[in-house]
């Protein structure tokens, strides 16, 4: 409730800041109608531009509900750690990787002409 209250009271601040940071706005009106885990299922994108909504309008943390709000925030909205990559070009989570490369112009009309030969001694299906 803490929170809820002192956002509210910063929107109430600003006239106009409910319709220009709609995120924010929206946080605002989860907390005071579903209270604050309602807040942490909304997407990740949401949360982090509500987050960056927040730090635009105040730098005053003083307020703990405001801090808390900030906080948890924060919390949800740090990036994901990305899966180590390795040196494969392909990045598919399965053993058997692709990868491409690129060959010559002659390489390519062996390979094309081999195939071609395979293909017309290959026998009717």
């Known amino acids: 409730m803490l929170m809820q209250g002192e956002l509210a009271s910063l929107l109430g601040q600003h006239p106009r800041a409910r319709g220009i940071l709609p995120h924010l706005a929206l946080v605002e009106r989860v907390l005071r109608r579903r209270g604050d885990a309602a807040v942490w299922a909304l997407p990740d994108p949401l949360i ?9 309008l105040t730098d005053d943390w003083s307020q703990a509900g405001l801090a808390e709000l ?49 293909h017309h001694r290959a026998p009717p299906r």
């Open 48 to 56: 982090a531009r509500a987050l960056a909504q927040l730090e635009a």
């Open 70 to 118: 900030r906080t948890r925030l924060a919390a949800v909205a740090r990036p994901k750690a990305e899966p180590a990559q390795d040196n494969l070009l392909s990045t598919f989570g399965t053993p058997d990787k692709l990868t491409v490369s690129e060959v010559g112009l002659s390489v390519f009309e062996e390979l094309e002409a081999s195939h071609a030969a395979a």
